[in-house]
């Protein structure tokens, strides 16, 4: 009988898992565009509006940029997330911005095209069927 309780238990943990969203995903970032040793990469991970308005990330990844292209691989819960990525330069820890506030550093964020970006022009969904994007700081 306890075994049978452990796999009922079991069987619904993952089957609820599944229904609420909460599948962990491999999920693969590719930079290139890197500054070879020009400071870290950060990559802000953004899962909702009001945080992405207020600038405060669901958690922020640090890459070491001893290299042009960087291929960095994480779990992240199935769901939709907007990634702000930047190269801190002058390792000061922030991105910089010009009197305009447009940045000074290398920087790309997730399906940016033009005007001013919000969570739901910028989202994009992570699951099995996408788990790797591929960004560039351009030249």
């Known amino acids: 009988m306890l075994k049978n309780g452990l796999l009922l238990i079991f069987l619904t943990t993952v089957f609820a898992g599944n229904l609420f969203g909460n599948e962990s995903v491999r999920f693969t970032l590719e930079i290139s565009g890197v500054r070879v040793n020009g400071g870290n990469v950060y990559v802000d991970v953004f899962s909702n509006e009001r945080d992405f308005r207020s600038n405060n990330p669901s958690f922020q990844i640090v890459l070491d940029s001893s290299s042009q292209n960087i291929i960095h691989s994480f779990d992240l819960q199935a769901g939709e997330y907007v990634f702000a990525i930047f190269q801190d330069t002058n390792n ?27 969570f739901n022009r910028l989202k994009f969904s992570v699951n099995n069927n996408f788990s790797r994007m591929a960004v560039s700081f351009g030249e």
Not at 92 to 118: A, C, H, M, Q, S
Request: hydrophobic letters at 30%; zero cysteines; proline letters at 11%.
């Open 92 to 118: 000061n820890g922030e991105l910089d911005t010009n009197f305009l506030g447009l940045p000074k550093e290398p920087f790309v964020i997730t399906n940016y095209r033009n005007g001013i970006p919000n």
